[in-house]
């Protein structure tokens, strides 16, 4: 009976390329999906004259595999997940190993490595970015999880990861419990960020400037090959000079209201319960929302009046001064988001490489970049950096983009065009350099209505003080 090298549960798009990627790299592939038809069409179909193996049950698909069995899960996250390995797990035996890469909430795959400890089973929960392109071509992986299985899935994965200029995979283990799939959720938190603040430029480009998307096309072209290289920049320019069939933008036929699967939300979620600001982000889900009350925006236009003023003696290098604080505020934005895996880290126990999470993102995932080696030179220079900020670089890129990233949000103010990302990471900026904030006040105010009492600027922090402000002379 032939055998396969690995196992692929879930033949929706994703898992179908992923086989096609791994088969491309001379490995036999078992694959199972509940739909049985499926897996006959993807056989017969997609797949027909490669290495792989359909199978019509679980029990044939885990016969096929070789120990120890490696299964890869390709299915919606959360309850999908953990009804494929109820039926999937009973058939393995001690050693096999299950890699979930879908996009599961990481406290899931932190559950799912110790119930299948108990069993003598390893559990990987390995983000995997890059869509369908990327799965079939080369996608960013960033697994974690039981560290003693992987060096038996190492091999295949970094096979069809996509890989760096020098050939290094941008796949390599990240840490314990679910560390890969936090990863992979700050991945699409910034993701989500960079997507708002590129959306930012294009409507302060077409509704202060009037620029037609074909010379926004041409702008975005021009950034791409510069400071601001990345693949979303990059298919902006295309989705901007794209016309349909009577040589319209097709972008003017798409509806302003955006959805959003939820992992930047849950990105948001976790930097409040760990106490950290991602700010830019958390206005990026905003943005999202706001934007699909679409009904409740038009019915505020009408009574409260709408449309941008127009901001005259703007030209050319206002152009320029956008894209200064769309660099600038994707600084801020990796920035958070870096702060955050640092947080997460310090709260679960986890060692994580900073620099080399960067270059996981270099390539084949949708918020990859040349800018990401700017960062992963950063933590070389200082591994425990806490903020990129505060890295001589970054400062500089900051301090040379601030001019017009203020000269930008200002106009923005003035004419009553929304910059949330901009004006949220101009927010952060300014308060992360600060030396006097007025929490001082806060802290009063806290004091007065709850007792809940404050340090003082002239006592050792930790020594607590209250103020009976209701009494002269406290
Ligand atoms: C990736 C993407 C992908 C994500 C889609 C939908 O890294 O390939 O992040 O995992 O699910 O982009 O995301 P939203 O619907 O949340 O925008």
């Not at 795959?109 to 400890?117: M, P, T, Y």
């Not at 990327?134 to 992986?141: F, K, Q, T, V």
């Not at 989500?192 to 930012?200: K, P, R, S, T």
Request: contains cysteine; glycine residues 12%; aromatic residues 8%.
């Amino acid at each position: 009976m032939r055998t396969a090298d690995i196992g692929l549960i879930g033949l929706a798009v994703m898992g179908q390329n992923l086989v096609l990627n791994m088969a491309d790299h001379g490995y036999t592939v078992a694959v199972y999906n509940r739909t049985t038809s499926r897996t006959t069409e993807f056989v017969n179909g997609p797949a027909a004259g490669a290495a792989v193996i359909g199978a019509e049950t679980l029990e044939e698909f885990v016969g096929r595999l070789t120990r120890p069995r490696r299964v890869m899960v390709m299915v919606k996250a959360g309850r999908a997940v953990d009804a494929v390995l109820e039926g999937l797990v009973p058939l393995l035996d001690e050693g096999d190993i299950v890699i979930d890469g879908g996009n599961s909430h990481f406290e899931d795959s932190a559950r799912r490595v110790s119930d299948l400890r108990e069993r003598g089973l390893s559990f990987v929960g390995a983000g995997v970015s890059g869509g369908e392109e990327g799965a079939r071509n080369g996608p960013s992986i960033m697994p974690g999880g039981y560290e003693a299985a992987w060096p038996e899935v190492k091999g295949v994965l970094q096979a069809i990861a996509a890989k760096v200029a020098d050939g290094t995979p941008c796949c390599d283990w990240v840490g314990p419990d679910g560390s890969g799939h936090y990863t992979k959720m700050v991945h699409n938190g910034i993701e989500y960020g960079d997507m708002q603040v590129i959306a930012e430029a294009y409507h302060l480009m077409r509704m202060v400037l009037g620029m037609t998307c074909e010379e926004m096309a041409g702008v975005f072209r021009t950034w791409g090959r510069g400071l601001l290289d990345s693949y979303l920049v990059n298919i902006t320019a295309d989705i901007l000079g794209h016309v349909d069939g009577n040589g319209e933008p097709t972008l003017e036929r798409i509806l302003d209201a955006a959805g959003q699967k939820g992992t930047g939300k849950w990105a948001v979620i976790s930097s409040l319960d760990l106490g950290y600001p991602l700010t830019l982000v958390a206005e990026a889900v905003y943005a999202r929302v706001v934007s699909s009350l679409r009904d409740q925006r038009f019915e505020a236009a009408e009574l409260v009046g709408s449309g941008v003023k127009q901001a005259d003696g703007l030209g050319a290098e206002f152009v320029d001064d956008i894209h200064d604080a769309l660099y600038a505020s994707k600084i801020v934005s990796y920035a958070q988001g870096f702060m955050l895996l640092g947080a997460a880290a310090s709260e679960y126990g986890w060692n994580l490489d900073y620099g080399r999470i960067a270059q996981l993102w270099r390539e084949g995932c949708i918020i990859k970049a040349a800018f990401l080696d700017d960062i992963t030179a950063a933590f070389r220079r200082r591994p425990d950096l806490p903020n990129l900020i505060l890295d001589r670089f970054f400062a500089d890129a900051l301090g040379n983009a601030e001019a017009g990233w203020r000269r930008v949000v200002a106009t923005a103010v003035r004419v009553g065009l929304p910059v949330p990302a901009y004006a949220s990471a101009l927010a952060f900026y300014d308060s992360y350099r600060s030396k006097r904030l007025p929490a001082n006040l806060i802290q009063a105010q806290r004091d007065y209505f709850g007792a809940h009492t404050y340090e003082r600027v002239d006592r050792p922090r930790g020594e607590f003080f209250h103020t009976d402000w209701t009494r002269p002379g406290g």
